[in-house]
């Protein structure tokens, strides 16, 4: 006869399987599930797998320029900001990450970074009342831009834009440097700057004025006139 204890035991035993199951060894935790790249939804994980690598940790102190500055929320909207997140920068590093352009990321994705990065980093109250120039525009006058370069910038890029020890140390006219970034980059630069660096915003042009509309698309010509034809030659041209 099988005892009222026996049958107990078995209850006891089965119970204690169907507890123990989700605690198995090896068995992963909800948090460490694989969790489909299209499906991941923070903005930790977005930002920190696709950004940070060149956009830095929290957005700045990267290669490339940072995005956790007000200025430069200021200066570029959401559809700029979505329009380069999602078809990437040609002839840049700047990859495209929409799916529907070959990268990884879906269009929700890609409105959700953006949103968050405003949410987090555009601190409204620290750009109250500051006008950038427009994002995009077309290049100004080269000639005109050498001038706004020789007042404004060369006191810490150097009369020909090699670097001065102890203010900006990089060369902005390098051949490869300017062989990989585009006009809109030079222009983002010279609008909001680098704050994580040191570099000022247009607030910051020669007797603390702020330059003009007019004078950034002109240095930013200049700029793009220093391109050199055949980037990388030991021997370019005959510089
Ligand atoms: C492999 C490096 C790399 C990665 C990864 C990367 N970027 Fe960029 N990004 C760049 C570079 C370089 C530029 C500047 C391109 C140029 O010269 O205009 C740029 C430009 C941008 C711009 C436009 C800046 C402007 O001038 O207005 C935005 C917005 C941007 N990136 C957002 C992102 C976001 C969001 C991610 C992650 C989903 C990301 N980037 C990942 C390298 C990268
Ligand atoms: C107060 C000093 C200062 C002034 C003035 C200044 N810059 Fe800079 N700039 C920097 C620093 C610092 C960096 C960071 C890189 C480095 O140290 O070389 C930088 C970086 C840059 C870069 C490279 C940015 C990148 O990451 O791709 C460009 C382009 C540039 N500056 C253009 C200009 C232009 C054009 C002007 C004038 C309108 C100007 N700068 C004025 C200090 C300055």
Known sequence: MIGRFTRALATAALLAVGAGCDALPGKPVPDERYVRPDAVKDFASLYGE????????????????????P???????????????????AGTTMPAFAI??????TDQQIADLVREMRTRWARPQEVAGVTPPPYAAALGDAQAGAATYAASCASCHGKDGAGV????????????Y???VSDQGLRSTVVAGRMDLGMPDFRGGAGGTPLTATQVADVVAWLAAQRSQFPGRPYPESK
Do not use: E, M
């Open 50 to 69: 696709n950004c940070s690598g060149c956009h830095g940790a929290d957005g700045r102190l990267g290669p490339a320029r940072p995005l956790n500055d």
């Open 71 to 89: 200025l430069y929320l200021a200066f570029a909207s959401d559809t700029d900001l979505i329009r380069a997140t999602s078809q990437g920068v």
């Open 100 to 105: 529907s352009a070959g990268g990884t990321l």
């Open 165 to 176: 020890a102890g203010k900006a140390k990089g060369s902005i006219v390098d051949g490869s």
């Open 178 to 180: 300017l062989a990989l």
